[in-house]
């Protein structure tokens, strides 16, 4: 740019003075990967050193072995903490070898005294031990392992019978770490599978956490959460609802389940009755989805109105078509015109703020729609044909209209 006369020398310094600071702060992310995988492929090898000729060792060498993993990654973090807490390749590989030693010791001394337990007792004494390295090397890694691990405690826990209404506490000792990490990651790929992992887990072990409930309640607090993944997305976000993870995945289990729920047959297998019998911790665990929802949602609806407002109407159009009977066609038909009715809402936002993704997406919900009707009606070919011709062409014609008005903006 000097050369070419656009800056002056002095300006190019300046720039580059600027700049420099910042480039020499940023993580190598190719280096914390091979580190995480490099401690991860260390622990697996010890593990299966130790596997070998395993019931020949004495006892006692057997237990001392079962630790030894432990207490290098604890000597090991000792060092990094006194000399390389700096490195973010080495506070990232060291945690995860301490996490994996955590399990491996565990699973060790369990099978070498022959200690009696469930695979959810022993994922939950896990992620118990292993949470302070979360919070000691302050290391993304570790949070993403312990979203994976208390998530898979979840569904042990109701696969052995349980409520998994633990998941609420257990999740709470991450949100800490959680926000250190939103506050010190930048926009990039580590951020987004951090923000996606997070989602995932409060999806899943989240629904799991409300106990005992009938079908048509499960229904409700799945979107219940995923309507709070998609209010937090388009709050935190303002520059685009759909560049959050949160809301991706929000979005995308919405307009999942809201075409799952213009079926017919799905109402035949809902229970619209409460379950009397549910104990404390499921109440427990549908209060704190309601508030949740209840909260992010107005939030998000105070604060962009036309993007948040038709997709939360989901939640009491479902109640509403609980009342309607066990039949499913009514049911099934109002979802199919909300569904319709709310890709045509998007449809027609991503026009007017020349939005290819809003717009994209509002087409694809009424394509759906629509493509949906016809597993489940007696419509001819010919008629599916003409259907067809009109996505098409509508989708081609909407795109060329966009493109035309982010050109003439330009």
């Not at 060092?79 to 955590?102: D, P, Q, Y």
């Not at 010190?184 to 992992?197: A, C, D, H, N, Y």
């Not at 809003?358 to 259907?387: C, E, K, P, Q, Y």
Request: glycine content about 10%; charged content about 10%; overall charge positive.
């Amino acid at each position: 740019m000097v050369d070419a006369g656009l800056i002056t020398s002095e300006q190019s310094s300046r720039i580059r003075d600027h700049y420099s600071p910042s480039l020499a702060n940023r993580p190598n992310t190719s280096l914390i990967a091979f580190s995480i995988l490099g401690s991860v492929l260390l622990a697996a090898g010890i593990i299966l050193i130790l596997a070998h000729n395993w019931s020949e060792i004495p006892r006692a060498l057997r237990t001392a072995l079962a630790f030894l993993p432990l207490i290098a990654s604890q000597a090991i973090g000792f060092w990094v903490l006194r000399s390389r807490m700096h490195s973010v390749a080495w506070t990232e590989g060291i945690s995860v070898f301490g996490f994996i030693s955590v399990g491996a010791a565990i699973a060790l001394i369990s099978q070498i005294y022959h200690i009696k337990g469930g695979l959810e007792s022993y994922l939950l004494t896990w992620m118990l031990l292993a949470i302070p390295l979360v919070y000691v090397y302050r290391s993304t890694a570790s949070t993403c392992l312990y979203g994976v691990g208390i998530t898979a405690w979840a569904i042990a826990e109701r696969v052995a019978g349980g409520t998994a209404a633990g998941f609420w506490i257990l999740a709470l000792l991450a949100a800490p770490s959680l926000y250190l990490a939103a506050r010190r990651l930048t926009r990039g790929p580590v951020k987004g599978v951090v923000s996606l992992i997070a989602a995932i887990s409060l999806v899943c072990g989240g629904t799991l956490a409300t106990g005992s409930i009938t079908v048509g309640m499960w229904v409700l607090v799945m979107i219940g959460l995923l309507l709070c993944l998609f209010s937090v997305g388009v709050v935190a976000d303002p520059d685009g609802p759909w560049r959050s993870p949160f809301s991706r995945l929000g979005t995308l289990g919405l307009a999942v389940t809201y075409a799952v729920l213009s079926y017919r047959g799905v109402w035949h297998a809902m229970s619209y009755a409460v379950n009397t019998e549910a104990g404390l911790s499921t109440h427990i665990g549908t209060g704190v989805v309601a508030i949740a929802c209840v909260s992010t949602v107005a939030l998000a609806i105070v604060r962009r109105p036309a993007i948040a407002g038709p997709m939360a109407l989901g939640l009491p159009i479902t109640l509403v078509c609980f009342g309607l009977g066990h039949g499913g066609v009514a049911a099934g038909l109002v979802f199919s015109v909300y569904v319709f009715a709310l890709g045509v809402h998007y449809l027609v936002q991503g026009m007017r703020a020349v939005s290819g993704r809003m717009l994209n997406f509002g087409f694809l919900l009424v394509a759906g729609a629509v493509i949906l009707r016809f597993f489940d009606s007696d419509w001819s070919f010919t008629v599916r044909g003409i259907a067809f011709v009109a996505l098409g062409g509508g989708f081609l014609t909407a795109n060329v209209f966009l493109a035309r008005r982010k050109k003439a903006r330009s």
